[in-house]
T-cell receptor
């Protein structure tokens, strides 16, 4: 399978604990995105990388959230001191950005469902 | 910010053609229009992308009028397996305007019945 993969698929944690999710993008893709999705809503942008550079972080994103993509390949999203409001599906997507090309086609992973008790 | 507006839900029957319209009045010159499909507990899946006029692929057609302030996703002869949420997303290759343009709207829940 050469699609986007995410690990774990499900995570249950207690309030106040830290959690880390991993995303492995499609290998030749240079852009990687993180989204959060709650029930009945569309995916909400969190942050994105071009290669290893984090180009933008949503203004709505708490300082408890941090993401890395150290070698321009896989990425991790960490949430510190989780709160019940963090319960959601966390989606990762990747794309191949070509200068002068059309807008990115994002390929999404299956997501990590986080439940904070 | 090119905000998009779609109907919340649509119902159809197997074998019918379904047209879902998205309004994007503030679309910018460099913006493309992309449609995604999402099934429960899965990530969105790319359906089709266009800039102007008409685009067709093996699963759908996308109609974009000259003013580009709206677009219509057309699904020919839908089946039960097309029951899903459909999102339109407006953006350009350089993500001008920031990642907020990458936030999907609430989408259109399509329900297909026998």
């Amino acid at each position: 399978d050469t699609g986007v993969s995410q690990d774990p698929r499900h995570k249950i944690t207690k309030r106040g604990q830290n959690v880390t999710f991993r995303c492995d993008p499609i290998s030749e893709h240079n852009r990687l995105y993180w989204y959060r999705q709650t029930l009945g809503q569309g995916p909400e942008f969190l942050t994105y990388f071009q290669n290893e550079a984090q180009l933008e972080k949503s203004r709505l994103l708490s300082d408890r959230f941090s993401a890395e993509r150290p070698k321009g390949s896989f990425s991790t999203l960490e949430i510190q001191r989780t709160e019940q409001g963090d319960s959601a599906m966390y989606l990762c997507a990747s794309s191949l950005s070509i200068s002068g090309g059309a807008a990115d086609t994002q390929y999404f992973g299956p997501g990590t469902r986080l439940t904070v008790l | 910010l090119a905000k998009t507006t779609q109907p919340i839900s649509m119902d159809s029957y197997e074998g019918q053609e379904v047209n879902i319209t998205c309004s994007h009045n503030n679309i910018a010159t460099n913006d493309y229009i992309t449609w995604y499909q999402q099934f429960p507990s899965q990530g969105p899946r790319f359906i089709i992308q266009g800039y102007k006029t008409k685009v067709t692929n093996e699963v759908a057609s996308l109609f974009i009028p000259a003013d580009r302030k709206s677009s219509t996703l057309s699904l020919p002869r839908v089946s039960l397996s097309d029951t899903a949420v459909y999102y339109c997303l407006v953006g350009d290759p350089y993500i001008t305007g920031g990642g907020n343009k990458l936030t999907f709207g609430t989408g259109t829940q399509l329900k297909v019945e026998l």
